[in-house]
């Protein structure tokens, strides 16, 4: 991906100005408290289609708290959230999967009485046309929608690697392949945008050269991937640009090289200049 596939923030506007492509993506100075706590302090940025940004920065920087706010888990208190140049802030989180931002979470809430397949079908059924009438009558077009859901099932848990597991008590699975599953629910939507919660956390290290390979994967596959994530070796191999939050702020957003060198990145993560 060429760098210039990524957008920096610049102005804050949803960029449907004349002569400037709408970003797929973009927050403009979200706000989020709880009580007292600034959990999210105007965070700006917007990005293109396509690519990896990484959001980085110490415990309590505001990193699910700003995946929360994207897709619809808390509503911002300021500030505005535009996908596609639709505002989407404070949309439910369902409408926001449907039109196209899907998820992750750190610890992946699996349904624990279904089968790995049946879990990855789940994440299908937000995009099912199938209503209550024609689910009364099963009309051919329920079977038909049943079919697709099934197929669109297996083929996401082919491209993370379970479709050997679908069968299997989803119980059984190891945690690498738990969040490897979550991948795969979170792809049943077809998002454009999918927002990764410390994927690689728990993961070992072969876990997580798969894991890499399958984001990049996504990438070629036209995807835009956010993810928050603390392994920085990790981070820093796979994107091309990374933004940096403490204490709900954004401090700083560029390149993997950029953002090594940054005093205030340094100060945050060690507590100190160096
Ligand atoms: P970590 O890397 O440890 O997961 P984080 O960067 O994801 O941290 P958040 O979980 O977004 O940070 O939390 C940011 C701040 O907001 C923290 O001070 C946290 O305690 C607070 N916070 C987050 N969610 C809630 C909530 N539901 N209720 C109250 N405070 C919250």
Sequence with gaps: MADSEVLQHNSGQTGNKAGESIPLFEVS????????????????????????????GPNGAGKTTFINVATGTYYPNKGDVYFKGQNISGLPAYKIAQLGISRTFQLEELFSNMTVLENAMVGCHTKSSTGMFQAGFRLKSMRMDENRILDEALENLKMVGLEHKAAEDVNQLPLGERKMLGIARSLGVRPDL??????????????????????????ENGLAVIMVEHNMPFVMSISKRIIVLNYGTKIADGTPDDVRTDPGVIKAYLGEED
Aim: hydrophobic share 50%; proline share 2%.
């Design 29 to 56: 100075q979200i706000e989020r408290y709880f009580g007292g706590i600034q959990a999210l302090s105007r965070v700006s940025f917007k990005l293109k289609k396509k690519g990896i940004v990484s959001i980085i």
């Design 194 to 219: 999918i927002m990764l919660d410390e994927p690689a956390g728990g993961l070992a290290a072969h876990e997580i050269i798969k894991l890499g390979d399958l984001v990049q994967e996504l990438v």
